[in-house]
């Protein structure tokens, strides 16, 4: 593929309009040559919301398109962030295949975490991308959280010649349980917690593994063991609350809220190295938490969002409503809370976009790419295996490539 003219600016169209598509709004006030100018959803409502909440933000102007084929064929947009629900991924990248295909003006498309369902529908995602000759990157912000990047860049510069290469990296997040009714579908979700959230925690680990400048695939996956279990949702007084709040009849279609897994790599020098990652919708504490972990020969390095710079404390003659203006998936409105003041920087958005506008931007291919994204769908798919089977699996596997999480497949 030849590379495209440097733009001045990249203007960019969303296809979705949910929580995470305000989320990289937010986000993109700290980048640079940049115009959100289309905005694209099924619901008329939300697309106005957000072309709204755009365009007050400065990042427009932004125009509400009624069909993706009208915003791609539009002249107005360069490139598609892809936010829907991860059910619709696969059949709006094929519509964007057509549309570039049939001669739509648009040079890159990125989509968020995780790229697909399956691993098989990830390598359709990936074959299609580059079939339209489009640029492509892989939304996931926690490889460009500020912490991440700048603890890599430390350990590998001053740790890693002398003391050898990092052999374990953790990542756990947890949080109290998604926004939306999709996400505890399995079928439309792809899984449960370990598809919706190990997804971020094995990518970064192998982020934090790898040598810097060199790809993911470097590190040679070697197996994969996890457990997955249904801790809190299912009980009778959690389950009635699920059904309340978002209609899901979680005692008929249970998925997990709770996964651990271990993922064995060989470094380049054909070194055994681990990641460890964990997982929960169990989690009751202030918030989301995100714990990271480096270890190697002479060093460590740890992050964990909740130890914030900046708390506050609010007495019990303090009352408010509910919210979430301290911390994402917050708890609590009283008593001594951590507060992340900068969610977008701190959980990577900025950086994220930051990036991927300047590579799309210049007619270049990002750091992280549909190919990284069909990596980490055959690491959860081992992972998913694994927990059914009861044992470990071993990569490569090719019943993998048209396998099936159990809590996903069609009654």
Known sequence: MSQ????????????????IAAFHAQSMLG???????????????????????VNALGLGPAKSYES????AMSGEVDALWIMTPNDTRLDIMREIHRLKKAGAPIRAVACEKPLARTLAEAREMLTLAEDAGLLHGYLENQLFSTAVLRGKEIIWR?????????????ATEEHSGPHEPWFWQ?????????????????????FLLTEPGKPRGSLKLVSASATTATLKWTRPRYAADLKSRMGIDFTRRPVEDFARGIITLENGDGEQILIEATTSWAYVGAGLRIQLELLGPEYSMEFSSLSAGLKIFLSRNVAGSEGEDLVEK???????????????????????????????RKGQMPAETFADGVGVMEMLMGLYRSAELGRTVAFPD???ESYVPQVARSE
């Open 68 to 71: 993706l084929e009208a915003m």
């Open 158 to 170: 001053r740790a890693v010649p002398s003391g050898g290469r990092p052999y374990l990296a953790r």
């Open 4 to 19: 495209p003219a440097t733009l001045d600016t990249l203007r960019v169209g969303f296809v979705g309009t949910g929580f």
């Open 330 to 360: 917050q708890n609590a409105e009283q008593g001594l809370m951590p507060v992340v003041e900068d969610e977008a920087g701190i959980y990577g958005y900025t950086d994220e976009n930051r990036h991927m506008v300047e590579a799309f």
């Open 398 to 400: 090719p019943k993998l």
């Open 31 to 53: 980048v640079r040559n940049l115009q959100v100018t289309g905005v694209y959803s099924r619901s008329g409502d939300k697309r106005s919301r957000i072309a709204e909440r």
């Open 186 to 206: 399995g079928e439309r979700q792809g899984g449960g917690v370990l598809s919706d959230m190990m997804c971020h925690s094995v990518e970064v680990a192998r």
